[in-house]
Nanobody, 124 residues
Framework: QVKVVESGGGSVQAGGSLNLSCSIS?????????MAWFRRAPGKEREGVAV????????SIADSVKGRFTISADRVKYTLYLQMNDLKPDDTAMYYC????????????????WGEGTQVAVFS
């Protein structure tokens, strides 16, 4: 059974930084992993934030966070990170980690494995 666990969320003042982590444990039954961060703010649709292909390190970053957020991964440890800098109140959301064995971009319902989320709150 695969378990996905996020951590690192919290409350921070606008302009501050947070570093989210996500670990995947258990018997992940695939060779490759596309790992992604999504977020969902109250009253809004789920939004894809960043995706990484762990084998090559290739990434995709959403325009809304480009230049402020960086996604990275430790392929050996199956751990995903999201470094968030210059945070804004609009970044306030529950942040979720997800994994898939093939490239599905920001199509959230194509991801097979999900964590419970970690809350990020940015106050001005």
């Amino acid at each position: 059974q695969v378990k996905v666990v996020e951590s690192g969320g919290g409350s921070v003042q606008a302009g501050g930084s947070l570093n989210l982590s996500c670990s995947i444990s258990g018997d992940y039954p695939h060779t490759d992993a596309y790992m992604a961060w999504f977020r969902r703010a109250p009253g809004k649709e789920r939004e894809g934030v960043a995706v990484i292909f762990t084998r090559t390190g290739g990434t995709s970053i959403a325009d809304s966070v480009k230049g402020r957020f960086t996604i990275s991964a430790d392929r050996v440890k199956y751990t995903l990170y999201l470094q968030m800098n210059d945070l804004k109140p609009d970044d306030t959301a529950m942040y979720y980690c997800a994994a898939a064995p093939v490239c599905v971009g920001y199509v959230w319902d194509a991801y097979s494995y999900w964590g419970e989320g970690t809350q990020v709150a940015v106050f001005s």
